[in-house]
């Protein structure tokens, strides 16, 4: 009897959370902004353009259009619209970064500790920035699950930053990093790219085999299943295609051979290179492989693998006709990624539409979204970012940040601290003695800048001292 | 470092590096025509002309004229500025940021005023064209780690010795100021601890100054009178600080935290420090009033940079320059990079898109620097008989778009030239293209 109490009640309660999560919609907003210059990104810029804003997406698109009673009117007269910015590579709003514990760790994802009192998802807000693809570190030869979140700074529920229907992804992590953390670190493989490539193509075909066993089960050819191992289970969706990679590179040679065994395995179509400082030199091989990439804008030098390195690699990238983004990979980039997308029409020569398809379509196409984000059009959602000047200038300060028409941010009115969690019994925020770092690489030097490097989590200290 | 690392290294710097495209011989004459003559220190010339001789500016204006046999170069529709000057970089002193061996800026110990940054300068580094194309042709460089951390020193990004670089003997005693702050979240140590620690620190700090002080009278009196009075008996660090205290070398501290910055200040007017500048600054705003009444120069940044608190307003580090700027403080800007120097024009940009004069943010990068640096007769601006380090560029400098299309550092043209731009030529467009990989 008690028992049975006991599990009606477990029921209940899970059948109450379940409810409570599906049934509190998330905010959706009306407002319509008025008199804008408009960078759709995907359709040209469209001077003295209204934009209206019902539930949550774009209505309609046009000049003179009026206000439904009750909705919230903005004048952007000399103001400038762009699609909300979306970041392919981030790891702010989780409480952890790294399961540095072995090579392959595809149980895990970071989905299940997102951090909704991260104040960086407000910082990256104040820049324009409305989705990020929060990962994984690159600690990992085969990582974690990432989770693509929008910011809906102010909601307290992570369940509500999910971005509904985006693809589940991937981290994989190829060079130096997982050579580091396990090879010098532990002293098993991998400690060479050689072994990178042997623990990715072993791990795939054991999740080969295990999918085979599931299935003779299933067809009555095998008497049991095999043991069930969530790992296996994760990595046999990435080989069913129901989870795109996202792999951490650098090198145009571990980048080839990550290409050739994705062929093998027939994923090219989910498949994404990250960071591929390298990535210019093998253009025309990804580009024949239609592999998009998502790269730093300047960083270089940090560290060997980042040496080789040209600004000009998302220019290379997009004159050669793949889909290519700007990422952050920082929280101090991701809050002007509008204007690390400027950079290209230095180190290369984008118009500005190519430019701004660095961080709004592109990235959207790569985290497989793009039919409801990165470019202002009809029935997308309303994810908007205002701008007091052209954003591809410098002089550009964001206003506004609209997600699914909520406004997110607002300079002229937001508080100066915008902390959700805050005990006036406690200590008052340290501020950091050392420098002020302008970025976090994913290196033991840089990764304590501001705890959202790809290193995040891995004992720094233990590896500096096996160097 | 581990073997493998070793060879990489080995492997990359020995034959994978080439050696980058030189100035040439060519020191003149030039003659840049048609051009805005944006000089800093007196306004901006329409339609002017500026002549290169001898590595100096001989003349400027509107009614010059072109000398015999010189090179022209129609600066139609482009600007020429005085070349940028980062107030804080580690460029030649770091070339991989992973690899400790590729890093002269860190030596051992907490006292090293006798390290020289100088001697650690890689004139070949690949940083440098890298970053000097951006129109930035001067930076100091700089030590850190320990107390004191030895000399920074001003340095032109181009020369084939740190001797050839070096800028009308600027050199600044590198202090890192004592926190009263936790490092970062790896520091545990108590409140108490900190507070204890950092005032140990001050002491340790006034007593190498009392002492170095007593070493310059002792070596004064022995000058003076060698019969009379022995030397001191020789200690490297106190031997290093004898400028200092006499009153010739300035001194740089570093300093971020506002109560330090305070405590910084009561120390400087303790130690009644003349030539003193303060370096990082990151929340200078908060004591900004404090700075200006001390007359404190400040090299501030970088600028594109978060808060160096979780409470803060999101734009703090955006706007520190501007607030100190609008208070009275002297500003110049730093980048505090190696990699991206090449950011300083965008840093300014941002200090003027959170509300600083254009004026003045250009003058952060040119002119007060060159004041501050005590080489405003050599640097700075576009004037009669200074360097010739300048730059042309087809629109405003701070503006990602704009093109920087011809550079001058102390009289040399320089190839607008870098391994990236090199990377860039090659890989655009690559031939043979596409291998049948993977084999289908």
């Known amino acids: 009897m008690l028992l049975r109490f006991l599990s009606f009640s477990c029921i209940l309660s899970l059948v109450l959370l379940l409810s409570t999560s599906l049934l509190v919609a998330q905010d959706r907003g009306d407002v319509l902004i008025q008199n804008a210059t408009v960078h759709t990104v995907t359709n040209g810029t469209l001077e003295n353009t209204d934009i209206l804003v019902r539930d949550g997406r774009i209505e309609s698109l046009g000049a003179g259009l009026s206000a439904p009673s009750g909705v919230r009117v903005i004048d952007a007269t000399d103001l400038h619209v762009m699609p909300g910015i979306i970041d392919a590579h981030s790891h702010i709003g989780i409480s952890n970064v790294n399961e540095a514990t072995r090579p392959v760790t595809a149980d895990v994802g970071v989905g299940d500790v997102l951090n909704p009192y991260d104040v960086s998802i407000y910082r990256a807000l104040a820049g324009g920035t409305t989705t990020a693809h929060v990962m994984h570190g690159s600690a990992n030869a085969i990582g974690g699950r990432n989770q693509t979140i929008k910011l809906r700074y102010g909601d307290l529920n992570p369940e509500h930053y999910r971005f509904d229907g985006a693809p589940r992804t991937i981290k994989f992590a190829l060079g130096e990093n997982p050579m580091r953390v396990h090879g010098q670190g532990q002293g098993i493989k991998p400690r060479t790219r050689m072994g990178v490539e042997f623990v990715i193509r072993d791990a795939f075909r054991q999740a080969q085999v295990y999918a085979e066993q599931k299935a003779a089960y299933a067809n009555g050819d095998r008497p049991t299943p095999p043991p069930y191992s969530e790992r296996l289970e994760v990595l046999s969706d990435v080989l069913s295609g129901d989870i795109v990679v996202h792999a951490h590179s650098y090198r145009a040679d571990e980048m080839l051979m990550l290409m050739q065994v994705i062929d093998d395995f027939g994923l090219n179509d989910t498949f994404v290179l990250q960071h591929s400082i390298e990535a210019f030199k093998i253009a025309p091989e990804i580009a024949a492989q239609g592999i998009p990439v998502s790269v730093f804008m300047d960083w270089w030098g940090f560290k060997f693998e980042a040496y080789n390195a040209a600004a000009h690699n998302a220019a290379i990238l997009i004159r050669n006709g793949i889909t290519a983004s700007i990422h952050s990979d920082s929280g101090d980039l991701i809050r002007h990624m509008y204007h690390q997308a400027a950079k290209s029409q230095r180190y290369g020569d984008l118009t500005d539409d190519e430019a701004l398809s660095l961080v709004t379509i592109n990235p959207a196409i790569q985290l497989g979204i793009d039919d409801r984000v990165g470019s202002i059009e009809e029935g997308k959602d309303a994810d908007l970012a205002l701008f007091s000047a052209h954003p591809l200038s410098v002089y550009a300060v964001p206003q506004m940040t609209f997600v699914d028409g909520v406004v997110r941010f607002d300079r002229a009115t937001d508080p100066d601290d915008m902390r959700l969690q805050v005990n006036p019994e406690g200590d008052v925020a340290p501020a950091y003695a050392g420098e002020t770092h302008s970025h976090s690489h994913d290196h033991p030097h840089d990764a304590h800048g501001h705890g959202v490097g790809c290193m995040e989590g891995v004992n720094l200290f233990e590896f500096l001292s096996t160097k | ?440």
């Not at chain 2, 000398?67 to 460029?91: C, H, N």
């Not at chain 2, 860190?106 to 020289?116: C, F, H, I, R, S």
């Open chain 2, 1 to 440: 470092m581990s073997f493998l690392l070793s060879v990489l290294l080995a492997a990359g710097l020995l034959f994978g590096t080439p050696v980058d495209a030189t100035a040439t011989d060519d020191r003149g004459p030039f003659a840049i025509t048609n051009a805005e003559l944006v000089t800093v220190a007196n306004g901006t010339i329409s339609n002017g002309t500026l002549i290169i001789e001898n590595g100096r500016i001989t003349a400027l204006g509107t009614d010059v004229t072109i000398p015999e046999g010189a090179t022209v170069i129609d600066a139609e529709g482009k600007s020429v500025y005085p070349g940028m000057i980062d107030s804080g970089t580690r460029l030649g002193v770091t070339e991989v940021g992973s690899i400790s061996l590729t890093q002269d800026f860190n030596e051992v110990g907490a006292l090293n005023p006798q390290l020289d940054i100088l001697t650690a300068v890689h004139p070949n580094s690949r940083l440098i064209p890298v970053n000097r194309v951006a129109g930035i042709t001067t930076v100091i460089t700089e030590p850190s780690g320990g107390r004191i951390s030895g000399t920074a020193a001003l340095i032109n990004l181009h020369g084939y010795t740190p001797e050839q670089m070096h800028v009308g003997g600027a050199e600044l005693m590198t202090v890192n100021y004592p926190s009263t702050g936790r490092g970062g979240w790896w520091d545990r140590r108590s409140d108490e601890e900190i507070e204890r620690e950092a005032q140990e620190a001050i002491d340790e700090l006034n007593l190498v100054w009392d002492r170095a002080a007593q070493y310059a009278q002792i070596d004064s009196a022995h000058t003076a009178d060698p019969q009379a009075h022995e030397a001191p008996s020789y200690v490297p660090e106190m031997e290093a600080m004898l400028p200092v205290v006499r009153g010739g070398m300035p001194v740089m501290i570093r300093v971020n935290r506002s109560a330090d910055i305070r405590s910084a200040l009561e120390w400087i007017a303790d130690r009644e420090l003349e030539q003193v500048v303060l370096s990082g600054v990151s929340e200078g705003w908060r004591v900004a009033d404090l700075i200006a009444e001390a007359g404190v120069p400040v090299l501030a940044g970088p600028v594109i940079a978060t808060p160096s608190r979780s409470s803060d307003r999101y734009d703090r580090a955006y706007e520190n320059a501007a607030l100190m700027h609008e208070a009275g403080v002297t500003v110049a800007l730093r980048t505090g990079e190696d990699a991206n120097v090449r950011n300083l024009p965008f840093n300014a940009g941002f200090a003027v898109a959170y509300g600083m004069p254009y004026e003045d943010a250009l003058r952060a990068v040119t002119l007060t620097p060159a004041e501050i640096f005590g080489v405003a007769d050599e640097l700075g601006s576009l004037e009669e008989g200074k360097q010739a380090s300048l730059f042309i560029a087809d629109g405003d400098p701070f503006e990602p778009a704009t093109a920087v299309t011809h550079l001058f550092i102390n009289g040399y043209q320089i190839p607008m030239e870098s391994e990236q731009s090199r990377l860039y030529e090659e890989f655009l467009d690559r031939q043979p293209g596409a291998t049948l990989h993977p084999q289908e």
